[in-house]
Antibody, heavy 118, light 109 residues
Framework: QVHLGQSGAEVREPGASLKVSCKASGYSFTDSYIHWVRQTPGQGLEWMGWLNPKNGGTNVAQGFQGRVYMTRDTSSSTAYVEFTRLTSDDTATYYC???????????WGQGTLVTVSS | QSALSQPASVSGSPGQSITISCTGSNSDIGIFNLVSWYQQYPDKAPKLIIFEVDKRPSGVSNRFSGSKSGTTASLTISGLQAEDEAVYHCCSYADTTTLFGGGTKLTVL
């Protein structure tokens, strides 16, 4: 079945960069979009955007444009989200989600906790 | 402030039915039949329980049902069980973006 394995928890200082990975298995990696969703401590969910693994195309939510980049490596069935210029507001758990559509979030990874602190 | 509006909490007794509302606008719920609902336990990833307003993924109990009227979507859980105690998030596609509600904490009394 579909499984998304995310990289482990990270701690960064403000201003730093970070790349979180999401390794897909149990399905054809290029057949489903990879979405990224953020959940800040004790708060709700926020959609960040999606990546089309087939062609590398992305649709990044307005609030993340210019600071978040979504990429993939088809040879290892892995998707990445890269953050630049981290701030304390980026402290959150980040989930990758695989789905055949851009409209539903069907299969979730376990989440990666990112802490930004000096 | 979340784009979709949900009550912060609801509660019910075992066996009862509860309904969680999710209010959007004519830019999202009002024009797209693309509302989904997610169940989340503490320190766990969300799980899809309803998609496209009223469809259930394979394996999801038929005690969960979804509906929509105008700009408001609803999730109904019938025959409440202790295991239903969780946070429920609504979500709507909105033409190149996706919006979430703030989440509703369901307490089973």
């Amino acid at each position: 079945q579909v499984h998304l394995g995310q990289s482990g928890a990270e701690v960064r200082e403000p201003g730093a960069s970070l790349k979180v990975s999401c390794k897909a298995s149990g399905y054809s990696f290029t057949d489903s979009y990879i979405h990224w969703v953020r959940q800040t401590p004790g708060q709700g969910l926020e959609w960040m955007g999606w990546l089309n693994p087939k062609n590398g195309g992305t649709n990044v939510a307005q609030g993340f444009q210019g600071r978040v980049y979504m990429t993939r490596d088809t040879s290892s069935s892995t998707a990445y989200v890269e953050f630049t210029r981290l701030t304390s507001d980026d402290t959150a758990t980040y989930y990758c989600v695989a789905d055949r559509t851009v409209t539903t979030l069907g299969n979730w990874g376990q989440g990666t906790l990112v802490t930004v602190s000096s | 402030q979340s784009a979709l509006s949900q009550p912060a909490s609801v509660s019910g007794s075992p066996g009862q039915s509860i309904t969680i509302s999710c209010t959007g606008s004519n830019s999202d719920i009002g024009i797209f039949n693309l509302v989904s609902w997610y169940q989340q336990y503490p320190d766990k990833a969300p799980k899809l329980i309803i998609f496209e307003v009223d469809k259930r993924p394979s394996g999801v109990s038929n005690r969960f049902s979804g509906s929509k009227s105008g700009t408001t979507a609803s999730l109904t859980i019938s025959g409440l069980q202790a295991e239903d105690e969780a946070v429920y998030h609504c979500c709507s596609y909105a033409d190149t973006t996706t919006l979430f509600g703030g989440g509703t904490k369901l307490t089973v009394l």
